[in-house]
């Protein structure tokens, strides 16, 4: 019996899974593709919810407490959670799943109420802040260096199983590549600079790689305003858009407006869905049935 508990305990010990957190589902994926059955990862921002503004419940802090490594991927959430989540967990690591990507950069507009002596409000100022655009994961090249830093951290953790790691980090390559040439496949008769337009701008990264232009219309997440509609209306026009590509985790009412003015359509597409490279191909073969042009 004694020999039994302690051959109990030694197989626990071996086959025990690295305890990984992740911010959203596509690094989930990305991680699942290297670790394979090596770890246990779980997303912070679950289907549906939106990884700029999310705050997560009491059932994630759990999690967080029995995570090994986190990584983040600098979507706004983390900007509040992150040294609450090490506050958590003092042993947890963290490791940056970004680093080595070149950022794009998105502007974000504030108003400020200026006052007189008197705390009066008087007139508005309005600051156009530069920050690092973080959907850096629609991109097949971005998630080339995520697959790299994930092995590199895998390997580090668990040493033992390096090889494992490394032979599904080349598969993982093998599969980016792969989703890439599909996608310039499918987009190879679109001209360079083709404008598509979305209500959230998640899609630069993916727009960079494959020559496309992003035309957005929510600001920070916000719907426009009547006077904004109008402009950006007046715009879809000038531009021909066909098509108006909205996401499950923003209001479409907006989105819906503009397309009925221009007679166009509204087609869902989520940057945050699980099948990373299938989702990819299905927003390149969008894009190009909606006959884009200059």
Do not use: C
Request: glycine share 2%; aromatic share 10%.
């Amino acid at each position: 019996m004694k020999y039994l508990f302690i051959l109990s305990i030694l197989t626990t010990f071996v086959f025990a899974k690295i305890n990984v957190a992740v911010s959203i589902i596509p690094q989930k994926t990305f991680v699942e593709k290297i670790g394979g059955n090596k770890v246990n990862v779980v997303a912070i921002v679950k289907p549906g919810d939106s990884p700029h503004t999310y705050e997560p419940k009491p059932s994630d802090m759990i999690q967080i407490s029995k995570t090994e490594v986190y990584f983040p991927i600098k979507i706004d959430f983390e900007n509040v959670w992150l040294d609450k989540f090490a506050n958590q967990n003092k042993n947890m690591k963290f490791s940056e799943m970004t680093d080595g990507i070149n950022f794009l950069t998105m502007k974000k507009h504030t108003h400020h109420n200026h006052k007189d002596e008197h705390n009066h409000v008087g007139e508005k100022s309005h600051i156009i802040k530069i920050k690092p655009d973080p959907h850096t994961w629609i991109s097949p090249l971005n998630v080339k260096i995520m697959a790299k830093n994930i092995y590199y951290t895998l390997s580090k953790i668990d040493p033992t199983n390096q090889s494992y790691y490394k032979k599904n980090y080349k598969n993982f390559l093998d599969e980016i590549n792969t989703t890439d040439n599909k996608i310039r496949e499918l987009l190879f008769e679109i001209e360079n600079n083709s404008k598509f337009m979305v209500f959230h701008p998640a899609w630069g990264y993916f727009a960079r790689d494959y020559a496309l232009v992003q035309l957005k219309v929510e600001a920070e997440g916000k719907e426009p305003k009547p006077k904004e509609l109008i402009k950006i209306i007046e715009k879809a026009k000038k531009e021909n858009i066909k098509a108006i590509f909205t996401q499950k985790e923003f209001s479409t009412k907006s989105a819906q407006t503009i397309a009925d003015s221009l007679n166009i359509k509204v087609l869902k597409e989520t940057p945050l869905a699980q099948n990373w490279s299938e989702n990819l191909i299905k927003m390149a073969n969008a894009i190009a049935n909606s006959n884009l042009e200059n």
